[in-house]
């Protein structure tokens, strides 16, 4: 019996990560978060508070951002505008076992929670109109 709990366990899990979406979406959240549209679209309403917010993850090259899905364009996978600038790693939790990994930029479904802010520029070369942050 538990052989075969183990073995369709790894059939699902093996199913579920050979079958990659080119496009991700992560909408949907669980209680006390944040919807991300809402957070973008309102964020007078989130400013300086803390706040969890379910997203797409992308980590790379000076790069540490949250977006609500992503698209493909020439090969390239990219974050939907508008993303938000994520201040430090130890704020993502990933959901993924498996990120989807792309000329060295990873894609991750995540959990990101901390302090909110907006109203001034944030991020690399300041290329953020939202940032969380500790």
């Not at 199913?15 to 979406?25: D, L, Q, V």
């Not at 706040?51 to 090259?61: A, E, H, T, W």
Request: glycine share 10%.
């Amino acid at each position: 019996m538990k052989i075969q709990i183990i073995v369709m366990a790894l059939v699902v899990f093996l199913t579920s990560c050979a079958s990659g979406p080119k496009e991700i979406n992560y909408g949907d959240t669980g209680d006390g978060y944040v919807l991300f549209n809402d957070l973008v679209s309102n964020p007078d309403d989130y400013n300086l508070k803390k706040i969890c917010v379910k997203g797409i993850y992308l980590s790379g090259f000076e790069s540490s951002t949250l977006g609500e899905s992503t698209y493909e364009r020439d090969g390239y996978l990219y974050l939907q505008e508008p993303t938000i600038w994520i201040g430090s790693r130890d704020l993502v939790t990933e959901k993924c076992t498996e990120p989807e990994v792309r000329n060295s930029y990873s894609f991750c479904q995540a959990d990101v929670c901390g302090v909110f802010e907006y109203g001034e520029r944030y991020g690399h070369l300041g290329g953020y109109a939202y940032q969380i942050r500790h």
